[in-house]
Nanobody, 122 residues
Framework: QVQLVESGGDLVQAGGSLRLSCTASGRNIFRINTMGWYRQAPGKERELVADFPSGGSTVYTDSVKGRFTISRDSAKNTVYLQMNSLKPEDTAVYYC???????????????WGQGTQVTVSS
C-alpha cells in the first residue's frame, strides 16, 4: 500500500503564508515520477496548483505564479508547497498527488492524499 500524508493546512489572513507538506510512504515504491498539489474549492472542480516532475520543470497554474513555490525532497519522498501572499480565492481543500511506479511493475499509478484545508480570511 502507498500512502500520501499531508500537513500544513490552516486558517490564515489574506496576505499571510502557509507551507504544505506531503510525504509518500510504502514498501513497494520503486520510483515517484511526479509529485504535485491540486485544490478544490466548494462547488468547483479539482484543479492543478503546481507539480514537480522527476527530472523536469515545475508547472504552476497561472493564478499562483509568483506567489507559490513547489519544492521536492526526493530522498524523503516529500513535496512542499510554500504559499505566500495568500488571497481569499486560494481557500480550498489542497490535495497531494503522486504518480508512482511500483516495484515489479512497469505501470504508473496515481495516488491522492486525504486533503488539507486552507482557509484565507479577508
Amino acid at each position: 500500500q502507498v500512502q500520501l500524508v499531508e500537513s500544513g493546512g490552516d486558517l490564515v489572513q489574506a496576505g499571510g503564508s502557509l507551507r504544505l507538506s506531503c510525504t509518500a510512504s510504502g514498501r513497494n515504491i520503486f520510483r515517484i515520477n511526479t509529485m504535485g498539489w491540486y485544490r478544490q474549492a466548494p462547488g468547483k472542480e479539482r484543479e492543478l496548483v503546481a507539480d514537480f516532475p522527476s527530472g523536469g520543470s515545475t508547472v504552476y497554474t497561472d493564478s499562483v505564479k509568483g506567489r507559490f513555490t513547489i519544492s521536492r525532497d526526493s530522498a524523503k519522498n516529500t513535496v512542499y508547497l510554500q504559499m505566500n501572499s495568500l488571497k481569499p480565492e486560494d481557500t480550498a481543500v489542497y490535495y497531494c498527488n503522486a504518480k508512482i511506479i511500483k516495484v515489479l511493475s512497469g505501470n504508473e499509478y496515481n495516488y491522492w492524499g486525504q486533503g488539507t484545508q486552507v482557509t484565507v480570511s479577508s
